[in-house]
């Protein structure tokens, strides 16, 4: 990756349906390890832009380039290995496969991109190694591994999906509300840990929140309906 | 973790539903290899009954008839050979052997079988197997009995038993020839054929019980007094004769010739041919049999569909999730499908073991009541074809819900909107 941007957006207009406008961004830059907050009401439009950044919906107009990579020539195969390869995600809930381990949990990536085994292997760990060490750094006890995730607290299970986004090292973590469903001090200790696991590996994180007192935890914030011209159009409409 | 233990994983989850497919499936899968074992564990057991006879003859009638109540000693024969037609036929140029067969009497539910020396000599069973004593030896005296293995068996008894023949072939006899009762001389060994229920005595001795008797009852003076000399008994008739040639050219000949007899109405019947008819009488129920139970499999194979599908809804969730850590809509397919081969995999294991354990417990009630000897042995080419066809089946079926997952997975990307 010769481009210092992890993200970078370029006249991207997006609708789920026809004339009816979502995102209307003229341009959005995220540089390569930076540590991004994304805000905005509910309905703004932040999951649809997280699912342009991940390749899962592609724009009607403009191009979204994904560390270098401009994901609109991409096939769907190739977005999804894409995807798989480079993008760890943690969503609000139901981020865990209920009839799995913790640690099983957390090695899924690892059994759908070979690029983040070998990105494992040249850091000269095992798969398990490398889990069990993010799941310490994230304040899980080794004595948790083999429980099933269906036993842990909502705040434990985040941290086990933020150990799981950050496994074999992807360059780019999205994270679209991962704190909603948990309290003020949980929040606070997840979001700091999170924080931490992302510069330790210079790993870009762009984190969606509508909750504007995680913000001042992040490097930069982006104001979605700042931004998004779709909003104003709406707003003014 | 490979595909298919994630799909083993996810199964484990759902166990409950999970577990009554595969039961319905095991037990679908138990009914079509069961049929298809009993249809040609039957066949098998039929075409070993008799071998090495080239005409069995009886009154006339039906062919099928005639081999029943002869071979499988069911039924009853309508009529008899005169003693003169068994002569005659005895002597013919063309005739190497015979065998007569004298039925009508019982010993507690066996039949027994009057006949002479030669049947120990030239009956022959399976691949053209002799009879062979297990203890004792043939008949000599006109009050010997020889017993089939399961008589003997069954019954407890040894050698020098002296047991009472029954008139007719009910299971519960009104005549008993209780003066007059028999001493066991010999025990056969083990067959697989009718043989082994049957109890053989000499023709004299069949003679003997029955003298003086009128219209199958006894009368006064048979009552009153044994015959003075049993050994110069002259039977009056048989119910059958096995024939053996000289030479198998001479079949169509001779069996032309015993169709055509002049002095009474015979019937020749060449068993093979016999038996083939027999067999294709019951053709069309075990055809329909076999149909039925391809059907149960597949109701069954359905049914694992239709809960596959309704599981799809609540689970996906979870392949939602599965893509958001890198799996492609493809791999969604290959776990739904793997659910499917995990689901048929299991139920055929279990519906072959099922067979196996009814075959080890129903067999010897099978052999009593039915006469069917099942042997013990591995699955056949029919067996494997029937079984890879329900697996072939089920999978086909799983790739109704794999691909709707699969669908699903596309549409939904990595957020669920339920
Ligand atoms: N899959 C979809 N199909 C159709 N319309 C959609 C879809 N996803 C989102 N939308 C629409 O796009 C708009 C933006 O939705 P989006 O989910 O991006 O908002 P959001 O900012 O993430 O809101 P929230 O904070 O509530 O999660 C909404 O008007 C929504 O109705
Ligand atoms: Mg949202």
Redesign the interface.
Known sequence: MTNRNAIHLQGVEFGWQQGVPVLDVTELTVAAGERVFVKGPSGSGK?TLL?LV?G??TPQRGTVQVLGQDLGPLS??QR??F???HIG?I?QM???????TVL?NV???C???RR?RGRIAAAGETPRAAATRLLQQLDLSASLLHVPVTRLSVGQQQRVAAA?ALIGAPELVVADEPTSALDTDRRRAFLSLLQQECQRSNTTLLFVSHDDALENAFQRTVHLPAINRASRQEVVA | MSLLTLAWKSIRNRLFSVVLTVVSIALSVLLLVSVERVRHEARESFANTVAGTDLIVGARGGQVQLLLYSIFRMGNATNNISWESYQELRQHRDVAWTVPLSLGDSHRGFRVLGTNGDYFQHYRFGRKQALSFRAGAAFDGVYDAVLGADVARELGYGIGESIVLSHGTGEVSLQEHGDQPFRVVGILAKTGTPVDRTVHIRLQGMEAIHAGWVGGRPTALSRLRRAPDPEALQPKSVTAVLVGLKSPMAVFQLQRYINEYRAEPLLAAMPGVALQELWDTLALVQQALLAISVMVVLVGITGMATAMLAGLNERRREMAVLRSVGARPWHIFVLVQGEALIIMLVSVVLGVSGMYLLHLLLAPWLEQQWGLYLSLRGLSPTECWLLGGALVSGLSVGLVPAYRAYRFSLADGMTVRL
Do not use: K, M, W
């Not at chain 1, 139901?94 to 799995?100: A, M, S, T, V």
């Open positions: 999951t699912s991940g899962i919906v769907g195969a999804d290995r995807r798989a390869h995600f969503f139901f981020n865990l496969i209920p009839y799995l099983e090695l899924l990536p059994r759908f991109s983040r799981r």
